[in-house]
């Protein structure tokens, strides 16, 4: 599936992060996953009812937007009206598209998904910024008695969840979850940054994904970024994301990516502070069930 994606890099958002969002519990049951086929046995387009972000995550070759997205887009229909009848329900959902994909765009939207970027107080977008690779990674001043370090590995994935839910104001984040991404075939342990306090406790996070696209290109996003509330005053998000950086370019990382929604002002005007400029606007459609 993340190979499928990978040769359709610049046709999805959600590409080089694939591991960490396959991670997620949605995928312990196989119902809410659904893979299409060629005749000739190929992969031709999957598709992920995405619980905790209330999101559809897919892959379709742009080729076959056409014959095969309407099969997706009716899979996710029916799937989110037996999820319904289940413990975990879902009034609406939630996809991702550019907003130059014109026929893509079309194509949804005839299938009932609405465009969220003009609503008024409740718009919601996203945008998709890439950072120069040969522009140098600021060094910050860190404070007296924090220290930035890789994860520690399991034994530190119950607290990390802890940070985690601190940070996002949520529980969707699960030990289970966190501990599949440290098992995943694309995780690079040393790109798995956590900030720790003083008390020895983990403050702030940020993990970076690498991944090589069919064109040879080996690129890196960053995905996610948090602090906790109590400490966002030492700007602490900003030491663990220049961490990273820093380490996606020593690892070869030919691109930088990162995704944000355009109403998160704070995060937005950090990675521009970073060097992260606009490549592509993202639509965000909605659906009601």
């Given at each position: 599936m993340q190979h499928m994606a990978a040769d359709y890099f610049g046709d999805h958002m959600h590409v080089i992060d694939l591991p960490y969002r396959f991670?997620?519990?949605?995928?312990?049951?196989?119902?809410?996953?659904?893979?299409?086929?060629?005749?000739?046995?190929?992969?031709?387009?999957?598709?992920?009812?995405?619980?905790?972000?209330w999101t559809l995550d897919f892959t379709c070759d742009p080729d076959l937007d056409a014959s095969l997205l309407p099969d997706i887009l009716a899979w996710a229909d029916k799937r989110s009206l037996e999820m319904r009848l289940g413990p975990t329900v879902r009034e609406c959902w939630y996809l991702n598209v550019f907003a130059d994909?014109?026929?893509?765009?079309?194509?949804?939207?005839?299938?009932?998904?609405?465009?969220?970027?003009?609503?008024?107080?409740?718009?919601?977008?996203?945008?998709?910024?890439?950072?120069?690779?040969?522009?140098?990674?600021?060094?910050?001043?860190?404070?007296?008695?924090?220290?930035?370090?890789?994860?520690?590995?399991?034994?530190?994935?119950?607290a990390y969840v802890d940070l985690h839910r601190a940070a996002f104001g949520t529980r969707n984040m699960t030990f289970e979850w966190r501990s599949r991404t440290l098992q995943q075939p694309g995780y690079t342990p040393e790109l798995d940054i956590v900030v720790e306090g003083p008390d020895g406790s983990l403050v702030a996070f940020c993990i970076g994904w690498l991944l090589r696209t069919s064109d040879g290109c080996l690129r890196g996003q960053v995905e996610p970024l948090g602090c906790h509330p109590q400490y966002t005053r030492y700007s602490l998000g900003?030491?663990?994301?220049?961490?990273?950086?820093?380490?996606l370019v020593v690892a070869g990382a030919e691109s930088l990516w990162v995704e944000t929604d355009t109403y998160r002002n704070t995060a937005h005007n950090l990675y521009e502070h970073m060097g992260f400029f606009l490549e592509r606007n993202v639509l965000v459609l909605r659906k009601d069930y």
């Open positions: 991670s997620s519990w949605s995928l312990d049951d196989p119902a809410n996953t659904r893979l299409w086929f060629l005749p000739s046995g190929e992969l031709a387009g999957w598709a992920v009812l995405q619980l905790p972000f994909q014109a026929q893509r765009l079309a194509i949804l939207q005839a299938a009932g998904w609405a465009d969220q970027s003009n609503l008024g107080e409740d718009s919601w977008s996203k945008v998709w910024l890439r950072r120069p690779i040969d522009l140098p990674v600021r060094d910050y001043r860190i404070p007296p008695g924090f220290t930035i370090r890789p994860l520690g590995g399991q034994s530190e994935t119950a900003r030491l663990a994301l220049a961490e990273v950086l820093r380490r």
